[in-house]
């Protein structure tokens, strides 16, 4: 909806100033897509990941979205103002999120989370995360009007699990959002109540990526339809309890430079032409790739897979 006044066009993404005299404004306007399409890649973050490198998390693990902790409970997340700043620098298309905690007043949750955007509310719907498994539909109820109010600024979408409640036996005003699922496994992915397929996966939250120090919350978009695909471009770990990075590299360059550690003494430059195993990361981007006896192999210049 677009509105004529004092010879200005507003509408919540545009103000456009129409010279004096004019009687008629044609407008043609094109929008970015920025939706979600079946098989993006995304993480998600908040103060737990500690800094990030985002121009390692673009370049280097080759996220290009992700959602970002704006708020929880009554408060702002420590690192929402960095992050989400330092991602929109980045090109990252961003969404955000709050977490969501019944024992709070609906209305500071509603407040936190719009003071926290201010008047940038990211490129992807706005999130409401639902954890507390001892939500019931009086929680939902207060759950909607944090909802109502949000989608009049920003779409929205509704992110849980199935052991939170019974998704089958909830509101029917509920399944008109999306639903964002998390659910770790390696198999296939679950429906979840009456919306069926997720709209979006949370496949694992010990996932491992280039820019990020520990561990992180890995996510694939789905279509909402059909059986989600769970691949990733860095697969998480090979054994949650070991903790280790599970994912193959490419060099970039041929010849690629081979150090004994990051930042660490040049060992040599050589062609390699097969997938490298990748053991080890560090937050800006360097790989540990093979141990030949006598020295690690550290490796930068690398492509997913």
Not at 184 to 207: A, E, H, R, V
């Amino acid at each position: 909806m677009f509105s004529v006044k004092e010879n200005t066009v507003n509408s919540p993404m545009i103000n456009v100033k129409i010279p004096k005299g004019t009687k008629n404004v044609i407008l043609f306007l094109q929008f970015e897509d920025e939706e979600l399409q079946k098989g993006d890649k995304l993480i998600d973050v908040s103060k737990w990941q500690g800094k990030i490198d985002w121009l390692v998390v673009k370049n280097v693990a080759k996220v290009t979205k992700a959602y970002i902790r704006a708020s929880y409970g009554s408060t702002t997340d420590e690192r929402f103002v960095e992050n989400w700043t330092k991602a929109k620098e980045c090109g990252i298309i961003r969404g955000a999120y709050h977490y969501w905690q019944n024992m709070t007043d609906p209305k500071k949750q509603i407040d936190i989370f719009l003071k926290s955007l201010g008047d940038d509310y990211g490129e992807l719907p706005c999130a409401i995360d639902i954890e507390d498994k001892n939500t019931t539909l009086n929680e939902l109820e207060e759950i909607r009007q944090w909802l109502s109010v949000v989608e009049q600024k920003h779409p929205c979408i509704i992110y849980t699990g199935n052991w939170i409640f019974d998704w089958n036996k909830g509101p029917e005003w509920i399944y008109k959002y999306p639903v964002w699922m998390a659910q770790y496994t390696n198999g296939k992915c679950d429906k979840i109540g009456k919306w069926g397929y997720p709209k979006i996966w949370q496949i694992t939250s010990k996932g491992k990526i280039p820019g990020i120090e520990g561990n992180v919350d890995l996510d694939v978009a789905c279509d909402g339809e059909t059986q989600p695909i769970r691949d990733w471009f860095w697969r998480g770990v090979k054994d949650e309890e070991e903790n280790k990075p599970n994912f193959k590299v490419s060099a970039k360059v041929k010849p690629i430079k081979i150090y004994t550690a990051p930042n660490g003494s040049f060992l040599k430059e050589m062609e390699i032409n097969w997938l490298m195993d990748v053991s080890e990361i560090t937050a800006d981007g360097w790989l540990k790739v093979h141990n030949d006896g006598k020295n690690d192999w550290w490796v930068k210049d690398v492509t997913n897979g």
